[in-house]
């Protein structure tokens, strides 16, 4: 049924020419795809939704489709095309002098999720550092507890009883 609303929705947003509304209905439909394991229908909406943002010059939703690739190629463990995307986000995010600090901090969130599936701790670490200072001084829900998430699982992971102690301490800050 949501699917519907969705679809409804979407082709509302194409016939009003509403750029948002497409991309975020895009997004929404993409996700629940995802979620119900239709993989190639996921993957077509976000590359629909790179060619729409594209031709507008709607960086911000470039930006967002190609991190809903990364997301929805990690969701399904296919690591290299989840790198490929979150490297393709990060260097738009980051191409503007003027770059949005949400947009370029999700986007190293998004990449040192990849890098922590990848098992690489120090990357991890890197980009997670990099989203930091972006989310400085922007309101918490901008991204920041979708990086103590995966802060706190490195910390939990760890041989030392104080990064442990540390690791549980940040996953309690997202309850």
């Given amino acids: 049924m949501s699917i519907e609303f969705c679809k409804k929705a979407l ?11 497409i ?11 995802k979620e119900e394991g239709r993989i190639d229908e996921a993957v077509s909406l976000y590359q629909e939704s790179i060619k729409e943002s ?27 095309q989840a790198n490929e995307y979150a490297n393709i986000a990060i260097n738009l995010a980051t191409s503007q002098n003027d770059t ?4 370029a901090g999700s986007s190293f969130v998004i990449k040192g999720e990849v890098m922590y599936n990848m098992n690489q701790k120090d990357s991890t670490r890197y980009y997670l550092l990099k989203a ?13 507890g979708e990086m103590d998430k995966i802060l ?3 910390m939990i992971d760890s041989s030392s ?9 940040c996953l309690n800050s997202l309850i």
């Fill in 100 to 103: 949005y600090p949400r947009l």
């Fill in 23 to 33: 991309q975020w209905t895009t997004s929404l439909l993409g996700d629940i795809y």
């Fill in 161 to 169: 009883a104080k990064d442990i102690q540390k690791g549980i301490t």
């Fill in 132 to 144: 930091d200072s972006c989310f400085k001084g922007i309101e918490y829900d901008s991204g920041q």
């Fill in 54 to 80: 594209k031709k507008k010059n709607d960086l911000d939703g470039e930006v967002n489709a190609y991190s809903d690739l990364s997301s929805v190629y990690l969701h399904w463990k296919l690591f290299k």
């Fill in 152 to 154: 706190g699982r490195i």
């Fill in 11 to 21: 082709a509302a947003a194409k016939e009003d020419n509403m750029t948002a509304g």
